[in-house]
């Protein structure tokens, strides 16, 4: 094998983000290797493609707002006339339960971190989300118990989360990577990872 500037372990959505950024940032020589016979076989494709912006940490919510930002533009970012992925934006729906202060004190906080959000009643959950249910008692998983349902609840909607298929914006990021120069090697497993003056 030819020397390479950069290698990449796994040939996910994470690794081949990587790649592109690198590929798109400058003239390094990338080879991502994978020991999958394709794209997308590992946890990309298990993956529940819901893209969101609420985390606990400040950090993650900034992450998670670029990211979301580049899935909006994503024939942009990938600078693909027909990528195969489309970013859907649907809104991702918090239900806390019988927490109803919890939707009012995450809405100021995201709105302060510039994330779009509304907070919803059982009237409004009714109109947008229509097969939904308003109770806010949760299910008895280990009975099974039937409870009477009982609304009051205040819900907090993501207004620009949504979803995307995960294995599809990899395959793009690959078609772009390749695009670059990028090398990907399939069917090839990494035995070990030398370390070597505090590098790898």
């Known amino acids: 094998m030819q020397n390479k500037d950069v290698i990449i372990i796994g040939a996910g959505i994470i690794g081949l983000s ?4 690198i590929a798109r940032r400058s003239s390094l020589n990338v080879l991502v290797l994978d020991k ?13 493609a819901v893209c969101r912006h609420r985390y606990t940490r400040t ?16 024939s942009q970012f990938t600078g693909l006339k027909q990528p195969r992925a489309e970013y859907q934006q ?55 118990e039937e409870h009477d349902c009982r609304g009051g609840g205040r819900h907090l909607l993501e207004l620009e989360g949504g979803y995307i298929d995960p294995v599809a914006a990899a395959e793009d990021l690959a078609e772009a990577c390749l695009g670059r120069g990028v ?12 370390t070597a003056g505090g590098a790898d």
């Not at 950090?59 to 994503?74: K, L, P, S």
């Not at 809104?91 to 009012?104: I, N, Y």
């Not at 090398?183 to 030398?194: A, C, G, R």
Request: hydrophobic fraction near 40%; charge should be negative.
């Open 18 to 21: 990587i790649a592109w950024q």
């Open 183 to 194: 090398e990907l090697e399939f069917n090839t497993t990494v035995e070990d990872v030398i």
């Open 59 to 74: 950090e993650m919510v900034h992450m998670a707002r670029d990211g979301i930002n580049a899935y909006r533009r994503w």
């Open 90 to 144: 649907h809104g991702v729906l918090w239900m806390p339960g019988e927490d109803t202060e919890w939707a009012q004190r995450e809405h100021q906080r995201m709105v302060e971190l510039g994330i779009a959000t509304t907070v919803l009643d059982d009237s409004d959950l009714k109109q947008r989300f229509p097969a939904f249910s308003s109770c806010i008692l949760a299910t008895d998983t280990v009975t099974a």
């Open 36 to 48: 999958a016979s394709g794209i997308g076989e590992g946890s990309t494709g298990a993956s529940s």
